[in-house]
């Protein structure tokens, strides 16, 4: 599926298709739903580098409302980028994703909830207020982080 070659605001459109149908894994193998993940999260990583290098220089830059909107439309996209069904092998997803769906539910809300508040920052044009969001942004993918994904693969 064409879906492999996704990069910046495509990442977006295949998220919102993949909330449309109820999940991404309609046609794309376990490799190809991986691959979009690391990409959504590659993504999703670059935009909280970018949005801390304007808060430690004191002013937010011309591109960090775009930056905050893909971190909100990643909030809103988790749960689609890991349906039910085959893994790749290359996943670190432990299984309690799926068997902990409200607890995983709830990690996709508070991250939600966190890039909102970088995105009110970034609308204020206030650093000191974005640092602390993106603080809570970092928090929020650990959290998820420690309780969902596995040691990296060899």
């Known amino acids: 599926m064409a879906l492999l070659a996704l990069h910046g605001s495509r990442i977006a459109a295949a998220l919102a ?6 999940g991404i894994a309609l046609a794309a193998s376990p490799d190809e739903q991986q691959h979009m ?22 002013a937010v830059s011309a591109g960090a409302a775009a930056k905050a909107k893909e971190l909100i439309d990643f909030g809103a996209g988790l ?5 039910e069904g085959p893994q790749s092998e290359k996943s670190r997803a432990l299984p309690a994703i799926w068997t902990d769906k409200a607890g995983f539910s709830a990690k996709a809300k508070d991250l939600q909830t966190a890039a909102a508040a970088v995105s009110a920052a970034v609308t204020a044009g206030d650093a000191k207020a974005l ?5 809570q942004t970092g928090a929020a993918c650990g959290a998820c982080h420690k309780a969902f994904r596995g040691p990296e693969k060899d």
Do not use: N, Q, V
Not at 37 to 58: F, I, P, Q, V, W
Not at 131 to 135: C, E, H, L, R
């Open 131 to 135: 640092a602390a969001a993106i603080d």
């Open 17 to 22: 298709l993949g909330l449309a149908f109820g």
């Open 37 to 58: 993940r690391e990409t959504a999260m590659k993504k999703a990583g670059g935009d909280l580098k970018a949005l801390s290098a304007d808060a430690k220089a004191g």
């Open 79 to 83: 749960e689609a980028l890991f349906p």
